[in-house]
Every structure is written in structure tokens, then in C-alpha cells.
């Protein structure tokens, strides 16, 4: 018993140990991967049935978002597919961004076999540095390059940039994003105290713990460095969590295990988190159907998150801690 506590010890330490920030190079590693990729975390979210509490089995990928109404929804959804296929993605016509309890989702509007085409992602279709470079201020993000700008401040301040310019080529992408996040870096230091001392909550609010550091940090260097020095990007404190969040939520590591530097792959990231789904997550190719899925079901990824990086990440309920707030 002493053994195997030990071990489940060790793993949990590993695990948290990537979401701190690298010293040398100022990376949060947010995203633990696709499982199928070597150095891949299992999921450990279990299904629950409980009547009246939210569901733990399914966390979206892109957190709560306020109900902007179903027509809003649908136009973002006509604008994003017609965006991505415009630029060489495949995405098929059965489906839908929705929004259900207050969050946002894909889902079906008719049924799909098994083995059809749900996407297919471009090559041309990289929100990365490389992105950055071919802006229109390409050149400010190649100075910062050369300075000592975190790589993952970089990122997040390439997408605020882009967010807020509305002839922006992203403009598509960036508005099918969750506009706010109701995760943990919302809660007062009142209620992450308090979450501390609530049973099984303890390792997310460490992560929240860590999280707060590494924004805290990014948003001071922020102001040190790139504030003063660059009229372009002049953000707010609220601007720059919106960044951080989403470069949390939706930031795929560049590396073929999973790390490296950040980038973000439209659609890729759009599907919520659900334990030992059918369909395991990727950014690259293709993906079909791995099962027959019937019209008002969603579409979820196997993103490989571990329990406390979903209730962090996106407020939702696991078996451990049973919520942010109660």
C-alpha cells in the first residue's frame, strides 16, 4: 500500500511539474497532449450519475461562455466553416456549435456513420510564431524573438493582437473562441484559500496556485518589457488574461510529443474534453468518425487532461474536488 501511494505520488508530481514555468525559457506547458503521442498523461476523469451535479465525464476544451443567443452562435459557426474551408480545411456539413447549460459545444445536427470525414486540418492553418512573423507586425514580433519575452508571452500577445483587430485574417477563429473563462483564475484569494481546505482539492489548488504565478509573472514582464517599448500592443490586465486563458485551454505543444513551443490549430480545439472518448484528439490530418454518432450528440476529444487540470482549466467538476466554488 505504502508502494503504491508512493507511486501515485510520483506520478501526480510529474504531472504538476509541467504546468510550472520553465525557468530558461518562461513556457507553461498547459496541454498534456495526444495520448496517442509518446510522454502522454492518461486521463483520470470518471463518469458520474449524480443527480443534479454537473457532469464530470465531459470538460470543455474552451470554457463557460455567457449565452449570447442561438442566432449568434450559428452566425460565428457559418462564419468559422466557411473561414476554414475557404483556407483548405475539410469540416463536415453535419455539424454544429452550440451552446448547452451555459457552455459551448460541438455537436451533430444529423447522423454520421462511422468512418466519415468529421475534419480535416490545413497545413496553411497554424496559429503559431510563425503566424506572428507574417503579420502586419511581423517585425515586432521578431525583435521580441531576440529579446528576453517569455516564448509563451509572445504567443499570448500575438492572439490579443489578433483578437483585437477586426480586419484581422483570424477574426473567424478568434470569434469562435470562448470570449470569457470561468475558471479558477477567477476565484477571489478568499475562495482559492478556502478550496485548499476542502477535501480532495487540494492538487487544483496548487495548479491554481501555479497558474496565478505564471500570469502574475508573464503580465509583470508585460509591463517591464513590451508595455513601454511597443504602441501595438498596448493591452489591459483583462486582455491579457483572456490570452493566457485561451493559450491554456486551446495551446497545443509544437513538438511531436506534445512540448516545444505553443501554437494553436482552429477546430482542433473546439470539441470538449470528455474521458476515453471515442475520438482521441489530434491536430493534424485527419479525423473520422470512430463510431456512429446520432443527430444532438456531441462531439467530443480525448484530450488526456488529468482531473485537476480540468477543474482548473475549466471550472468543471471531478470525482476529487467536486467544484471551484461550493
Not at 32 to 58: E, I, R
Not at 114 to 124: I, Q
Not at 292 to 306: I, P
Request: proline share 4%; glycine share 8%.
Amino acid at each position: 500500500f505504502a508502494f503504491g501511494m508512493k507511486v501515485a505520488a510520483v506520478i501526480l508530481c510529474a504531472a504538476l511539474v509541467l504546468c510550472l514555468v520553465n525557468p530558461s525559457v518562461g513556457q507553461f506547458f498547459v496541454r498534456l497532449g495526444d495520448k496517442n503521442k509518446k510522454g502522454a498523461a492518461k486521463p483520470t476523469v470518471t463518469d458520474t450519475k449524480a443527480t443534479g451535479s454537473v457532469s464530470t465525464d465531459t470538460a470543455p476544451s474552451s470554457s463557460s461562455v455567457a449565452d449570447s443567443g442561438t442566432s449568434d452562435v450559428e452566425t460565428r459557426w457559418k462564419n468559422f466553416v466557411r473561414w476554414f474551408r475557404e483556407n483548405g480545411g475539410i469540416v463536415s456539413a453535419k455539424l454544429q456549435l452550440r451552446e448547452r447549460n451555459g457552455r459551448q459545444g460541438i455537436y451533430f445536427k444529423e447522423r454520421m456513420r462511422r468512418g466519415e470525414t468529421v475534419v480535416s486540418f490545413p497545413r496553411t492553418l497554424r496559429f503559431d510564431e510563425k503566424a506572428a512573423f507574417k503579420s502586419k507586425i511581423g517585425h515586432v514580433f521578431r525583435e521580441l524573438k531576440q529579446s528576453e519575452v517569455f516564448p509563451d508571452l509572445r504567443m499570448i500577445l500575438y492572439l490579443v493582437y489578433e483578437k483585437s483587430q477586426p480586419q484581422s485574417f483570424w477574426k473567424p477563429y478568434m470569434e469562435a473562441l470562448p470570449q470569457d473563462y470561468d475558471n479558477i483564475m477567477k476565484l477571489t484569494d478568499a475562495e482559492l484559500r478556502k478550496l485548499l481546505r476542502r477535501p480532495g482539492c487540494e492538487n487544483t489548488h496548487n495548479l491554481g496556485v501555479q497558474m496565478r504565478r505564471t500570469f502574475n509573472r508573464f503580465f509583470g514582464q508585460y509591463k517591464q518589457l513590451v508595455e513601454p517599448n511597443y504602441p501595438d500592443l498596448q493591452f489591459s490586465r483583462e486582455q491579457m488574461l483572456w490570452g493566457f486563458n485561451t493559450l491554456v485551454a486551446n495551446g497545443w505543444g509544437s513538438g511531436s510529443d506534445g512540448t516545444g513551443d505553443k501554437m494553436m490549430v482552429p477546430l482542433s480545439d473546439l470539441p470538449n474534453h470528455r474521458r476515453e472518448s471515442a475520438q482521441k484528439a489530434t491536430n493534424r490530418g485527419f479525423i473520422s468518425a470512430a463510431k456512429e454518432y446520432q443527430s444532438g450528440e456531441e462531439l467530443t476529444f480525448d484530450y488526456g487532461l488529468l482531473n485537476d487540470a480540468v477543474l482548473a482549466f475549466f471550472g468543471v467538476s471531478t470525482p476529487d474536488c467536486r467544484g471551484l466554488r461550493r
